[in-house]
Structures are given as C-alpha cells and as structure tokens.
C-alpha cells in the first residue's frame, strides 16, 4: 500500500529534511518500520522500549487518531495520508 | 531562568521557541536557578511592587523587563460566606480571574508572558490555537502591543468568543473542526512559518504564566498555601502550574510547607483527565469533546499526565459535572456571590460542591476555587435557562400588584 507520510519538523533531521515521505506498508506499525529502515534512529524517537508509540506522539490515518483505530495494528491503504504530530495543548 | 528541559527525559535546551524534546517528544519546561531568585525574591520586595501579576517577575520567564500585559493580573480573593454555606463548608474563597484585565479570562497571564517574550525572541506575528478564551487575550493584546496576529478557532465557537476576538482588528481563522484539529493544523503552521504560537513553540514560556494565579491566591491568602484548591482542567496546565507556584513559594520560603491537596475539575463531556483519576489510573483515554462548557473541551490534554501526578502527590480528588450542572453552578456562583463566571467555572464550583458532598474536601475545612473566565464570554449557554423578565405597563398601580402577588407568594412558600 502507497502511503504517504508527513514528519514533522523535529524529525525533519533525521529524513534529509524531506517533509513528506512516501511508503509501502500495511499497517501504520509497518511504515514505522519502512521509515526506520529508511532513516535509521527514527524508530527510537517513535516508540518506546516496549515498543509502545510514545505518549507523547500523536499519529493520525487520514486524520483520525490512531488512539481511536488499532494503534500500529491500524491498516493501510493506497493513497492514505499518515501524519505525525508531536502532542500539544489547551488555549 | 536557566534553561528549557525535557519534562519526560530531563534533556536541557537553550531558551528559544521551542516546546518539545527532539528526543522524546516530550514537553519541554522552564527551570529557574532558585538560589539566585531566593537572594532577591523576599516578601517585603514583593509587597513593595505594583499589584499586577509582574509582582512575581523572577519566577515568570522574560529576559528583560515584561513589554505587553503589564496590567495583568492582581485580580480579587473573595471570601465567599453565603457560597460557602450553600455547598456546606466552613470557609470558601474564590479567585476571580473572570475580571481578570484585559479580556476577562485567565488567559491574559499566559498571553502577557508569551508575547513579551516573543518580542524578545524578535518574533513580529503572533498566533495561538483556541477554545476562545486565548483567541480573545492575543487579539487583544498583540492589538495593543503592535504585533500581527492570527488566531485559529473552531468554527462553532460561542459568537460572544468571536466577535471578541474579531473586535481587535487581528486575523481570526475559524476552522470546520473541534479544537484538537485546530491543534495538529496550528502544529504544521508553526513547523513552517517564523510566528510566535503562544501554545505551540511559545508553551514552555507562556505556560509559566498560569503560576502567578497560585502565587497570587498565597500572598493573598496572608502568605499561605490554601489547603484545598480546585481548579478546572482543559490541557491540565493551569492545574499543574499552581502546583508548581506552591512548590516555589515553599522553596523560596515565601510560604510554610503544609499539607494541601489539588482538586481538577472537568465536564463530563469532555472528562479525560477525570475519568482517569478516579479510576486511580497514571495515563487517560482520548475522547472526542461535547459539552457546553467549550473553553474545556480539549479530548487529548497535553498536560494530562502530569495533572494526574499532581493530583496523586498530592491527594487531590476530581470528579466531572452535566451540562446541567454546570448552569446549576454558574447560577449559584451568581446568586449567592454575584459573580457570573463563563461555563468553566459552572464546572470548578459544579465539582466543588459534588467534592464536598462527599466529603472528598471535609465540609470544616477551607478551599479555594479559581474562577478562570467571565459569563458574558458564554452567554449562549445560560441564555434559556437565566430566568426571565415580567414585563408591566408604566404604571405604577400594575407594578404594586406584581410586588403585592409577589409578597403574598412568598407568604405562602
């Protein structure tokens, strides 16, 4: 499945500065691990030891929180949109 | 202050606009070197300075001397006898940041703080994502301080909100969406354009803000710690800085150490945070806000985690209120204190008196209740359920009757 994948500006570092990544992957856990094994150290700022997304990471599928589907079980699909958002706040 | 750190793994960063850890993602929060505040930061120097919220200035994170809000805060600690009576505790005080200066809310605290150090920062064009109360205080005072503004709103916000936030001539940008999706679009923006997010990549200084209401309730309250204070929650921050403020006047000896407990305050539409705690769990679930009361409906609070900390330290309570409940409080805040608070505080004095009900706060005891947001903010909410007016002709025989139907009424009761 073709998806494409925005990073935020933190990571930006980490993918040559490239704002918007494209992966194959069924599942969100699956492009996770394309982008690691695309830019390596990426992982680690994703999920925790426990594998876990951490929790102050938010990930959205077309924008619906992932919190809310299957997690990193969530599944993909040709020309869906991952978006990858630090947690923020109230005003 | 010293530096920005990492509130998860404690990394340390330098003081620019910057709010999340590059490791962890975690928020980052100002730290002070509070041996070198203690040396200068006594009673006597604080007593001796305006009554604005600047009264606290070495613990509030500018560099130089505040250029916007410098008015803000120094708002009333009411002691509220007949409230007090009605929810059946022996001492009740509430502080009233509903005519906080200059747009009633809160909010002006941490706006005053942001923008002065945005102007440090050399930013031009400030921004926020809001629930309304924030839109208004960064129209508002970037208005008055000549900063650019752009706000970001749900569209379906209160019209009061609106129009209050239009008024100031800034940009007011309403999105088809509840607020958390104008957070995630307000984070892109902020990734891409040079502004000063005062709740994005200005959070670490704006937050800071909310202390000078903790720090104001203790001077106030004759330099103590209240031993009861309940505070409502969107974000969870405000609840968290006045823990913070309390655990600063305690380092800087200007307040005793002794045992006080914060209680958080949500509406059951929107009641994450809550939910949590009174299920003695350490993380919540997000959820997707509805309830009247807006200015709290935030379904993934940022400072979640942490106020469950503070409420597990310190052996806070929490519970959450209807809608209904919510109008039962405002109009009891009214009535018996004549004060009229936004949906907000229908929630803080909602919650308060469930808390003391249940003896969750001992009815022979004192508590604080911070009122964060004036009423005309939500009028819509109210509206149908205000009461109504009994119209007569000029004359003054239809008025005797109405007051004479109205004693012989009362008569009966």
């Known amino acids: ?64 929180d992932i919190r809310f589907l299957q997690n990193q079980e969530t599944s993909l699909k040709d020309g869906d949109e991952v978006s990858i958002i630090p947690a923020i706040a109230g005003g | 202050m010293k530096a920005l750190k990492c509130r998860e793994c404690g990394r340390e960063y330098p003081l620019t606009a910057n709010h999340v850890c590059e490791f962890d993602f975690g928020p980052l929060e100002v730290v ?33 001397e505040p250029t916007v809000g410098l008015q803000v805060g120094g708002t009333p600690l009411i002691k509220a006898d007949r409230l007090a009576r009605r929810l059946g505790i022996r001492e009740l005080w509430i502080k009233n940041d509903a005519v906080n200066y200059p747009t009633l809310s809160f909010k002006d ?25 924030l839109a208004n205080s ?32 800034g940009n007011v940008i309403g999105i088809k969406g509840h607020y958390d999706e104008v957070n995630r679009l307000c984070a892109e923006i902020a990734g891409k354009y040079p502004w000063a997010f005062v709740n994005v990549n200005m959070r670490p200084y704006y937050a800071e803000g909310s202390k000078s209401m903790g720090l104001e309730i203790i001077e106030q309250s004759g330099w103590r710690i209240p031993r009861h204070t309940v505070v409502c929650m969107a974000s969870g921050s405000l609840l968290t800085k006045i823990h913070k403020s309390y655990q600063e006047a305690i380092k800087l000896g200007l ?10 305050a949500q509406a059951t539409g929107c009641s994450p945070i809550t939910t949590a705690q009174k299920l003695g769990l350490d993380f919540f679930k997000p959820v997707k806000p509805n309830t009247i009361a807006k200015s709290l409906a935030i379904g993934t609070p940022a400072d979640g985690f942490y106020a469950l900390k503070v409420m597990k330290e310190t052996n806070g ?11 039962e409080g405002i109009k009891l805040l009214a009535e018996c204190e004549g004060i009229f608070a936004e949906t907000a505080g ?15 706060i001992p009815a022979d005891d004192s508590a604080v209740l911070c009122i964060t947001g004036n009423g005309l903010k939500t009028l819509d909410a109210v509206a149908a359920h205000a009461g109504y007016t009994r119209e007569i002709k000029p004359s003054l025989r239809e008025f005797e009757a109405l007051l004479d139907h109205d004693t012989r009424t009362t008569a009966h009761a």
């Open chain 2, 346 to 360: 229908g929630v803080t004095i909602g919650v308060a008196k469930k808390l003391i009900a249940s003896g969750a």
């Open chain 2, 255 to 264: 307040a005793e150490d002794v045992k006080h407990r914060i209680h958080g």
């Open chain 1, 1 to 64: 499945m073709s998806v494409k994948i925005r990073i935020p500006t933190p990571l930006r570092k980490l993918t040559h500065d490239e704002e918007i990544v494209h992966v194959d992957a069924a599942t969100v856990g699956a492009a996770i691990a394309e982008l690691q094994s695309r830019y390596p150290g990426i992982q680690e700022r994703l999920t925790d030891e426990a594998g876990g997304v951490r929790r102050f990471v938010n990930v959205y599928v077309n924008e619906e």
């Open chain 2, 138 to 169: 960064v129209a508002a005072n970037a208005a008055a301080s000549g900063l650019k503004a752009y706000v970001f709103i749900p569209s379906d916000l209160e019209q009061s909100k609106v129009i209050n936030s239009l008024i100031y001539g």
């Open chain 2, 317 to 327: 309570s929490s519970d959450d209120v209807t809608d209904d409940q919510i109008r």
């Open chain 2, 32 to 64: 002070y070197d509070y041996d070198r505040i203690k040396q200068s930061m006594t009673r006597a120097v604080i007593e001796s300075r305006p009554k604005s919220m600047w009264r606290f200035r070495e613990l509030l994170p500018i560099a130089g």
């Open chain 2, 109 to 133: 605290r941490v706006v005053s703080v942001a923008l002065s150090r945005a102007r440090e920062l050399g930013f031009t064009t400030v921004a926020c994502a809001s629930t309304g109360n």
